[in-house]
């Protein structure tokens, strides 16, 4: 049964509005009946209790702001009337939390189709990577690119030149302007042009970045080790590096991180340089025998059944609304938690949007060290923003504010509840390489696409991506399953949606039966089902630079 309003934590002193609520709709939850003050729109909030200024306001059981003026019983949260606010925190637990894990009898023998790997990993895929070490290769990645992405099937995008052909056409017989506003053209879509010519292979993907050079040294070595974890991902079976020789971002940099994180490493990896080699055709012609010959090793292995716990899971959200933090993120919560009891990994980043659960992910941590490196790079982030005349009560971006999300703290606290309630088994400083089973947090942006990105470099084989407003974020190697807090939203944008879970928000299923569903699907994109960032060949990729440029 659908209702007009919930209530997330027994704590708080808000409700969420399910709907739009005209100025004197009676609302109940638990016996308590408020009358709206004022028109509260779907996803937005009522106070539960008349607030006096300074008063402190509540949900999912943490202080998420404290108001500014006074508001009536009933009347709208916004950001004229509330403030950012977030309760301090200790480094030291306050009290060890325990933790139930869900039954998951249903899941242990449970398998998907992966790519197995000689250090015992496995992919959800397989795609051969070309790579520039600095920008000044980029030109070449994209002359790489041109000539091997059709003649060897992969072309994806849909053209639009069509449509480009018809308006000449169109005005070349003489239509007026308003005649070609009103006309209605179609897409060509180029998926499968041409079969391809590796079965095996889904792809080749060609990166570009900005770095390399012109920033401090411990961006290129952050850059090389972002580079390494997708080098050395299971989703990877060999890559083409091109280098320019006089960056700060040196091969022997690059060589000296992968073998940080695969000391046994034995993927073939081709790396040119162009200052040695001479001139670009030079370059191009090596390059691109390298990679026939690499794809030809890759096109060798095939996909073999694997167990759930082999996957690790990235946690994201991207365009994130006030239905976001009581539908996809804890449905996505349930998945996590489901998949720490089986033994795989989740990885929990964003930490801008960590600020005011910090305590509860302390309290979560497995042991003291694991909860002061928490601390550390959590302060140190948010005094870095500070230095720079910002902060994390800035984080929340004007598609946020519009549909809800009107303080840092209110949401961060929903968008932490994609982590679910297991505990913190490690603490990761960005690129670094989860290496444990269970919940894992990875210092990174809130910027989704530069968090996605780290997520990958840091293993994980699936992401999770809820959103609210809609964003068709993609991976270069990994599928983004995007995941959408409202029904609305998967009706408006299905070519960017794969699951929904508005249907939490309309009283039509569980948190943990939508986390069950996702699971199921998971398993399918793990086996080769394609999401729809992959059919539509979005392919982002952006690192994250800390330093300044020199």
């Not at 971006?397 to 999300?405: A, T």
């Amino acid at each position: 049964m659908k209702h007009l309003v919930a209530k997330i934590h027994p704590d708080d002193n808000v409700l969420v509005a399910l709907t739009d609520l005209p100025i004197g709709t009676p609302v109940t939850w638990d016996g308590t009946t408020v009358t709206t003050t004022e028109k509260i729109p779907a996803k937005h909030k009522l106070a539960l209790q008349p607030l006096q200024p300074g008063d402190s306001v509540t949900m999912y059981g943490v202080l998420v702001g404290k108001a500014r003026h006074a508001i009536q019983l009933g009347g709208l949260l916004t950001t004229a009337n509330i403030q950012h606010a977030t309760n301090s925190y200790d480094e030291h637990q306050e009290k060890r939390r325990s933790w139930t894990a869900p039954n998951v009898d249903y899941w242990q023998q449970q398998t998907f189709m992966g790519f197995h790997r000689s250090d015992g990993r496995v992919g959800t895929a397989n795609y051969w990577l070309v790579i520039p070490l600095v920008f000044c290769e980029n030109r070449n990645i994209q002359v790489l690119e041109e000539a091997l992405v059709n003649d060897l099937g992969y072309a994806r995008r849909k053209s639009y030149q069509p449509q480009t052909q018809e308006l000449i056409s169109l005005m070349q017989s003489g239509k007026t302007v308003e005649e070609i506003l009103e006309t209605d053209l179609r897409s060509a879509d180029n998926n499968a042009a041409r079969p391809r010519l590796f079965p095996n292979v889904d792809g080749i993907r060609f990166l570009s970045h900005e770095g390399g050079c012109g920033g401090i040294r411990q961006d290129a070595q952050t850059l090389c080790g972002l580079l390494a974890g997708y080098i050395t991902h299971p989703n990877v079976a060999g890559a083409t590096v091109l280098s320019l020789g006089c960056q700060n971002a040196q091969v022997s940099m690059l060589q000296d991180e992968i073998k940080k994180r695969s000391p046994n490493f034995d993927k073939p990896l081709y790396i040119l340089e162009q200052q040695k080699i001479g001139t670009e055709e030079a370059l191009v012609s090596q390059a691109l025998r390298q990679t026939f010959a690499g794809l030809m090793l890759a096109d060798k292995c095939e996909r073999q059944p694997a167990p759930l716990s082999k996957l690790t899971i990235g946690l994201e959200c991207g365009g994130s609304d006030g239905f976001s933090g009581i539908s996809a993120n804890p449905a996505v919560g349930h998945v996590s938690d489901l998949m720490v009891a089986l033994g795989g990994s989740v990885i929990l980043a964003e930490f801008p949007e960590l600020c005011g659960v910090e305590q509860e992910l302390v309290d979560r941590s497995v042991d003291s060290e694991t909860a002061e490196r928490f601390s550390s790079l959590m302060k140190a982030y948010g005094d870095s923003a500070i230095a720079v005349g910002s902060g994390f009560d800035m984080n929340p971006s004007p598609g946020n504010i519009r549909d809800g999300l009107i303080t840092d703290a209110m949401k961060s606290a929903g968008a932490a509840r994609k982590g679910g309630s297991s505990p913190v088994v490690a603490v990761l400083d960005y690129p670094e390489l989860v290496t444990k089973p269970g919940l894992n947090l990875l210092c990174t942006p809130g910027n989704d696409v530069e968090s996605t990105t780290a997520e990958v470099g840091s293993g994980a084989n699936i992401v999770l991506f809820t959103t609210g407003l809609g964003t068709p974020t993609g991976n270069p190697i990994v599928p983004v399953v995007k995941i959408s807090s409202n029904t609305a939203l998967a009706k408006r944008m299905p070519d960017i949606i794969d699951v929904n879970t508005g249907t939490v928000i309309d009283g039509e299923e569980t948190i943990e039966q939508a986390g069950q569903r996702i699971l199921e699907y998971v398993a399918r994109v793990a086996s080769g089902e394609e999401v729809s960032a992959v059919r539509h060949g979005q392919t982002d990729f952006i690192p994250w630079k800390r330093g300044v440029s020199l």
